[in-house]
């Protein structure tokens, strides 16, 4: 029997929270403002969705836009705000402006997460090397993920680098960004078994909330599949 695939869904809030834990999500990515790609929710807003669902919360780090650490001392205390409200999982990921990983920054953070458990996000997809960004972070403590789509453009220019990486290391390779369900059976085949979604979870966009159906709909193929 195939391993149950993860999908993990992109929560705004508590409604978009509770749509897509009845739809079927393992996990939540919590974010706020969307048009910056995603920043650090407030705790108030973590507080009240870890109180309406009871799947993994993943909550973001990334307090501007871009792949900049910005100052890792405002990261540092808000990554302790979160922890101390309850906060056990955690999302971030910076660069240098040359498009190599910014250790320092990113052990600044970690050594405040206790251990935790935490996924480097997209900014993989926009460093100069994947392969060097990936050994330069091994033996991260907590780093159990890598969300990326293969490329800076998405999952349909990225699909190819996404198969060959497949089974290549140690962390899970997170699916996201501009994901569909097309590309799903080929990423299964490849033994890919974890899944983000964000605009695809909302039939409106992300004008619109979650949709618990599409979410549903989702959960049917990957474990069709």
Do not use: N
């Not at 540092?76 to 999302?91: I, K, N, S």
């Not at 405040?112 to 990936?134: E, K, M, S």
């Not at 004008?207 to 549903?216: F, H, K, Q, T």
């Amino acid at each position: 029997m195939s391993k149950r695939a993860v999908l993990e869904v992109i929560a705004l809030d508590t409604a978009d929270a509770v749509a897509a834990q009845a739809g079927g999500a393992d996990r939540l990515e919590l974010v706020t403002d969307m048009a910056a790609d995603g920043l650090t929710p407030s705790v108030d807003t973590f507080r009240a969705i870890r109180a309406a669902v009871d799947i993994d919360l993943r909550v973001m780090l990334r307090l501007a836009g871009g792949f900049a650490a910005g100052d890792p001392r405002r990261l540092v205390d808000t990554a302790g705000e979160l922890r101390a409200a309850g906060a056990d999982q955690f999302v971030l990921g910076f660069l240098e402006a040359h498009g190599g990983v910014d250790l320092a920054a990113v052990e600044r953070v970690v050594a405040v997460l206790d251990g935790c458990p935490w996924t480097f996000h997209r900014a993989i997809d926009h460093c100069a090397d994947r392969d060097a960004l990936r050994k330069a972070l091994d033996g991260s403590p907590g780093l159990d993920a890598f969300l990326t789509a293969g490329s800076a453009s998405g999952v349909d220019a990225g699909l190819p680098t996404l198969l060959a990486e497949a089974g290549r290391y140690e962390q899970q390779i997170l699916v996201g960004g501009g994901l569909r369900l097309d590309h799903v059976p080929a990423l299964r085949a490849a033994g890919i078994d974890a899944f983000h979604i964000g605009g695809a979870a909302r039939s409106g966009g992300w004008e619109g909330p979650v949709s618990e159906g599409a979410v549903r709909e989702w959960r049917r193929v990957l474990d069709a599949g």
